[in-house]
């Protein structure tokens, strides 16, 4: 799971690439879900203190998943919408948005 951070296509002068390309950096895989949520939590992964990230084509990306931040014992109120995916450490992965999601994260991921 990632998040795509920039869209482009390559110059010609580099080759030709039938599909644009996605910037996308990675959160950390699936452990089992927290047990009182039934959630799976994710953060940022990273090697080396930096954010691991790929640039791959954009026919690889499945589909858009719904995270809620981990706000711990109070919400920060300095974080708003812009900023809340790089303010916060942990995010909770939504499997109630869709039903799809739901039957994937219950059922097919267990």
């Known amino acids: 799971m990632g998040q795509v951070r920039a ?14 390309l996605a910037y996308v950096e990675w959160f950390t895989t699936f452990q089992a879900p927290v047990p009182d949520l039934e959630m799976y939590q ?16 954009v026919t690889q990306i499945e589909c858009s998943i719904h995270l809620i931040p981990k706000f711990g014992q109070q919400v920060d109120l300095s974080w708003s919408a812009e900023d ?27």
């Open 7 to 20: 869209v482009f296509q390559l110059p010609v002068e580099l080759g030709t690439f039938p599909d644009p």
């Open 42 to 57: 994710v953060s940022r992964s990273t090697r080396h203190h930096r954010r691991r990230a790929s640039i791959i084509p």
């Open 84 to 110: 809340v995916l790089e303010r916060c450490k942990t995010f909770y992965v939504n499997p109630y948005l869709r039903h799809l999601d739901f039957l994937l994260f219950r059922y097919l991921l267990t």
